[in-house]
């Protein structure tokens, strides 16, 4: 299970408190290391894709294709499981090959670093942990760690 709280508070000391409190109680994903020198950087919080700082325009599918890739690196994403977590579509009968034409798009409008997703030939896409792409989440948005039962 994951769970995400806002805090809406413009009390930056409060805030900051609350967060140290979640990461001592082990509540908090420990933060990840920033690469400075990423060619894109998905910002999620405001839906933004920027390639070497310049904002592309992705429709709202290929920010979320791109977004799910990159959340999973170094894992081939077979084209039926992407249908399913990006298009919620769950049938054998639609068709793995909206997944290559969006793939297609997404590396279109990412130009010179479109080679950031690999094809797996015959089973899907992957995008390795190169540091070239960056999923950057707003500080000021807690995140609680996922928490199993059991």
Not at 51 to 77: G, M, Q, S, Y
Not at 122 to 129: N, Q
Request: glycine fraction near 6%; charge should be neutral.
């Amino acid at each position: 299970m994951r769970l995400s709280i806002t805090i809406d508070t413009s009390d930056e000391e409060t805030a900051l408190r609350l967060l140290t409190a979640l990461k001592s109680a082990g509540l908090v994903q420990a933060a990840e290391t920033v690469v400075d020198d990423a060619e894109v950087r998905i910002l999620p919080d405001t839906r933004q894709v920027l390639l070497h700082d310049e904002p592309v325009e992705l429709t709202r599918l290929e920010f979320e294709l791109l977004l799910h890739l990159c959340e999973h690196p170094d894992r081939v994403h077979r084209r039926r499981d992407l249908l399913s977590a990006v298009w919620g579509v769950n049938d054998n009968y639609s068709g793995a090959r909206t997944v290559d034409v969006h793939v297609r798009r997404v590396r279109q409008k990412l130009g010179d670093v479109a080679d950031v997703i690999q094809t797996v030939r015959g089973v899907g896409y992957l995008v390795a942990s190169s540091g070239r792409v960056r999923v950057e989440r707003s500080p000021n948005v807690v995140r609680l760690a996922d928490r199993r039962a059991g």
